[in-house]
């Protein structure tokens, strides 16, 4: 999937950091961000920084992924509760996959998601890491 360099720009910003939206209404806290509350319905959405530390909840390790991600197998994806309660699916690196437990507290990292080819755009984003005690 080949995106145009604007598109990659207007998504930087939910791309390099852990930016949600909180309904002004109900209050309630939406990773991707939201435009309407799926609770309450309010169109009233304020973007807010989400905590960069959570814990692993659950997760999947893929051995062979898609053409997307053949760089490194196998792959671990997992749902993880950041600190504030809110879920988020995010790749887990820097462990082997045989370590990888429910429980795991882990912390955001800035890391290489893609490559569009040899001479396509390198997209940036985030991953979680376990966290050094």
């Known amino acids: 999937m080949v995106q145009s360099v604007p598109r990659v720009w207007r998504e930087q910003k939910y ?13 309630s806290i939406f990773y991707p961000p ?3 509350c799926l609770k309450c319905g309010s169109e009233k959405m304020e973007e807010v920084k989400l905590p960069e530390e959570g814990i692993l909840e ?3 390790i893929i051995h062979y992924p898609t053409r997307d991600f053949t760089y490194n197998p196998p792959i671990v994806v997992g749902l993880i509760r950041l ?9 887990v690196v820097d462990i082997d996959p045989s370590e990888v437990k429910e429980g795991l507290q882990l912390r955001a990292v800035f ?3 893609r490559e569009q080819g040899e001479d396509g755009v390198i997209e940036y984003g985030l991953k979680f890491r376990p966290k050094e005690e």
């Open 83 to 91: 600190t504030n309660g809110v879920r988020i699916l995010a790749q």
């Open 34 to 36: 939201k435009k309407i």
């Open 111 to 113: 890391r290489r998601l």
């Open 15 to 27: 791309k390099y950091r852990l930016i949600g939206t909180k309904c002004e209404k109900c209050g």
């Open 58 to 60: 659950n997760y999947t």
